[in-house]
């Protein structure tokens, strides 16, 4: 079994920024050789893919969203952070992080485990 643990949410004014991370702990495994992916879900919408990272740094991005969040992985202390910059009040939701068997994607189906989320508001 995979836990995931997000932190980093709050409250943020438009045009700032915040870190999310995602620590992955259980079962023994080669953390370098399975996909992490962030996604978002705002209040009456779906799920979202964000971005994805895999082994070797490979990073997937949701185009709308490149350029202002970068994902970036951390081996040695088996986490995942989404840098979020210039934030915009629709950049408002729930942030999950999400962890697969594979290769990076997009599709939240593909995904096997998620963290409980964590909030992220952007006041204008």
């Known amino acids: 079994q995979v836990q995931l643990a997000e932190s980093g949410g709050g409250l943020v004014q438009a045009g700032g920024s915040l870190r999310l991370s995602c620590l992955v702990s259980g079962r023994p495994f080669s953390f370098s050789s399975y996909a992490m992916g962030w996604f978002r879900q705002a209040p009456g919408k779906e799920r979202e893919f964000v971005a994805a990272i895999g082994s070797r740094n490979s990073a997937i991005y949701t185009g709308s969203l490149e350029g202002r969040f970068t994902i970036s992985r951390d081996l040695a202390k088996n986490t995942v952070d989404l840098q979020m910059t210039s934030l915009k009040p629709e950049d408002t939701a729930v942030y999950y992080c999400?962890?697969?068997?594979?290769?990076?994607?997009?599709?939240?189906?593909?995904?096997?485990?998620w963290g409980q989320g964590t909030q992220v508001t952007v006041s204008s």
């Open positions: 999400a962890f697969r068997f594979g290769r990076p994607v997009s599709a939240k189906n593909e995904y096997n485990y």
